[in-house]
């Protein structure tokens, strides 16, 4: 069945769409504390739901495949945060962030490091797990 083999991003990317739109509405009309009860209602959702799917493929050279490709949109998307940490830096040398205060710039620099540090440990660990020996990749959720 074909519907099977993209359900799994189906179901992100329905349940994040649907909870960035619940959270819009609700923002709007001024309910400021119910978007936090909708997001983490969206990451309970689909860390029910995904476990329950089936997996898209069997195949070690598939698997594997897949795992490389994951591995370099994971690379990429940290090269992404490198360039909006970049050009934060130029923001915050150029005066832009005046009105925000000290512990504001600091929480936001440090959760772009950490962006940036997770997307490259995620690439490694996705290319380690391609580079794993046949059959040893059971579990690459």
């Given at each position: 069945?074909?519907?099977?083999?993209?359900?799994?991003?189906?179901?992100?990317?329905?349940?994040?769409?649907?909870?960035?739109?619940?959270n819009l509405w609700l923002i709007t009309t001024r309910h400021y504390r119910l978007p936090l009860a909708v997001f983490v209602g969206a990451i309970v959702l689909i860390?029910?739901?995904l476990p329950k799917l089936p997996p898209p493929t069997r195949e070690p050279k598939d698997i594997n495949k897949n795992l490389l490709r994951a591995s370099a949109s994971v690379r990429r998307?940290?090269?992404?945060?490198?360039f909006g940490f970049a050009m934060t830096l130029v923001g915050l040398l150029t005066g832009e962030f005046k009105e925000f205060p000290v512990w504001g710039i600091v929480l936001m620099?440090?959760?772009?490091?950490?962006?940036?540090?997770?997307?490259f440990r995620g690439a490694r660990w996705y290319r380690e797990k391609a580079a794993a020996p046949q059959g040893t990749h059971e579990d690459t959720r």
């Open positions: 069945m074909q519907l099977l083999r993209h359900s799994r991003i189906l179901v992100l990317l329905s349940v994040s769409f649907t909870c960035v739109a619940l860390v029910v739901i998307l940290g090269f992404l945060y490198i620099f440090a959760w772009g490091g950490f962006l940036i540090w997770a997307c």
